[in-house]
T-cell receptor
Framework: KNEVEQSPQNLTAQEGEFITINCSYS?????LHWLQQHPGGGIVSLFM???GKKKHGRLIATINIQEKHSSLHITASHPRDSAVYIC?????????????FGKGTHLIIQP | GAVVSQHPSWVICKSGTSVKIECRSL??????MFWYRQFPKQSLMLMAT?????????EQGVEKDKFLINHASLTLSTLTVTSAHPEDSSFYIC??????????FGSGTRLTVV
């Protein structure tokens, strides 16, 4: 069974700071997902990665398959970025498996 | 875009009663849906995989007779928590994988058993 570890568990930063959240996993995967969970519980998928790097607006996600490690970066952070960011992995290439989740990183961006 | 609609958003029920949670895929067909549970300050955990027209596949430690899953159509999966107890109080959320969209989640259901 895959173990997914995230760090840090909690992060408080000032508006405008560059944010990095890290994720490592223990066994090979077909894809790694970065998710955003808001206080009400709703979850939004930010990225799905199997290699390399993806960018969407101020968010950047990278993955190193050999090292079994991924990072999520937020540039020019803003209070509206405050949320729980969750790393999750899937092991089925066809997407037929459910996800295995990390415990999440609780991010607070202060004005 | 592809949307998974989940109802209810929250429910409070008495111990011993049953609660049904629905997840509907809007604008796409979902042959497979996943049901997850999240206890306070814990990570999301996969409970079961719901397959249209066949029995659900449950994860180890999840009681299939307590958490009844029905996926009778390509757009609807339901999770029924039977004889609910306070320890079943949790956040339940479903997801599907519409083509070209990746994992898409319902809005979740916060269950409180009193």
């Amino acid at each position: 069974k895959n173990e997914v570890e995230q760090s840090p568990q909690n992060l408080t930063a000032q508006e405008g700071e560059f944010i990095t959240i890290n994720c490592s996993y223990s066994v090979g995967i077909s894809a790694l997902h970065w998710l955003q969970q808001h206080p009400g519980g709703g979850i939004v998928s930010l990225f799905m990665l199997s290699s390399g790097k993806k960018k969407h607006g101020r968010l950047i996600a990278t993955i190193n398959i050999q090292e079994k490690h991924s990072s999520l970066h937020i540039t020019a952070s803003h209070p509206r970025d405050s949320a729980v960011y969750i790393c999750a992995v899937s092991t089925s290439g066809g997407g037929a498996d459910g996800l295995t989740f990390g415990k999440g990183t609780h991010l607070i961006i202060q004005p | 875009g592809a949307v998974v609609s989940q109802h209810p958003s929250w429910v409070i029920c008495k111990s011993g009663t049953s609660v049904k949670i629905e997840c509907r895929s809007l604008d796409f067909q979902a042959t497979t849906m996943f049901w997850y549970r999240q206890f306070p300050k814990q990570s999301l955990m996969l409970m079961a995989t719901s397959n249209e027209g066949s029995k659900a596949t449950y994860e180890q430690g999840v009681e299939k007779d307590k958490f009844l899953i029905n996926h009778a159509s390509l757009t609807l999966s339901t999770l029924t928590v039977t004889s609910a107890h306070p320890e079943d109080s949790s956040f339940y959320i479903c997801s599907a994988i519409p083509a070209n969209y990746g994992y898409t989640f319902g809005s979740g259901t916060r269950l409180t058993v009193v």
